[in-house]
């Protein structure tokens, strides 16, 4: 039984062991032998994201990054967040929309949000045509298409070949292992959430303290640059 870590260095262990086979790829690049789809969906930490492309890019490697527009932990247009984009964009990576797919909306209104969005965003951040989807209904999982948009739970990427999650903080890695030593050509979609990876591997007490440590020092930069009030009561309370 592997002891399986959220940390980078065992993400790293993951990478190496994969691509001895299978060939990192965007997901326009589809096959169902030989490739290695690697997915983010950042849901939580937007913070993080450049920590684990730069892992990916030592390892020669590129993958896709999902953001949502609609999310309250951070804003996919703030200045910090579109910085963090450009980097990863600069870096060979992909952007993509992870989107919130309300449950009663009908198959045509979903394409049509999904067309609205793209379009909107799209004059903003780098995008690609590809979707993910948060808390995926149904519908989206028994082969949705998207027109010109590439679904990652599409038929395609989520049954004809191998899929593997962290999502709810899925300790994923004997099944991946067994799977792919037992077969090391059939292609692989990996997803990982950042918010629970790090330098080394923290329980959930840790990462929701590092993400509030995080938070508050990026709330009082903000406030230091945008409010002289607060500029000056920081400075003077807690030295420059």
Not at 3 to 9: A, C, Q, R, T, V
Not at 18 to 36: H, I, M
Not at 205 to 227: C, H, P, Q, Y
């Amino acid at each position: 039984m592997i002891s399986m870590e959220f940390s980078f260095n065992f993400y790293k262990e993951v990478l190496n062991k994969l691509t001895e086979f299978l060939k990192p790829s965007f997901f326009q690049d589809y096959s169902e032998k030989g490739k290695l789809f690697l997915r983010h969906d950042v849901d939580i930490f937007a913070e993080n994201v450049i920590n684990m492309a730069k892992i990916e890019n030592n390892c020669g490697i590129h993958s896709t990054f999902f953001f949502q527009p609609n999310n309250d932990f951070y804003n996919i247009l703030s200045s910090k967040t579109v910085t963090i984009i450009d980097e990863l964009s600069q870096m060979g990576h992909q952007i993509g929309l992870h989107i919130d797919s309300p449950f009663e909306e009908s198959v045509e209104d979903l394409q049509s949000a999904i067309e609205r969005l793209y379009d909107f965003y799209s004059k903003y951040i780098p995008l690609t045509n590809v979707i993910s989807f948060h808390h995926p209904p149904q519908k989206v999982m028994n082969g949705f298409e998207t027109g010109p948009f590439i679904n990652v739970y599409g038929d395609k990427y989520f049954k004809q070949i191998r899929y593997f999650s962290d999502s709810k903080r899925r300790e994923f890695a004997d099944q991946l292992f067994s799977s792919f030593d037992q077969d090391k050509e059939r292609s692989i979609q990996l997803l990982t959430h950042p918010f629970w990876w790090d330098h080394f591997s923290m329980n959930l007490w840790e990462a929701w303290e590092r993400f509030l440590d995080v938070k508050k020092a990026g709330f009082k930069e903000s406030l230091k640059e945008g409010f002289e009030p607060y500029r000056n009561f920081f400075d003077e309370r807690f030295g420059k």
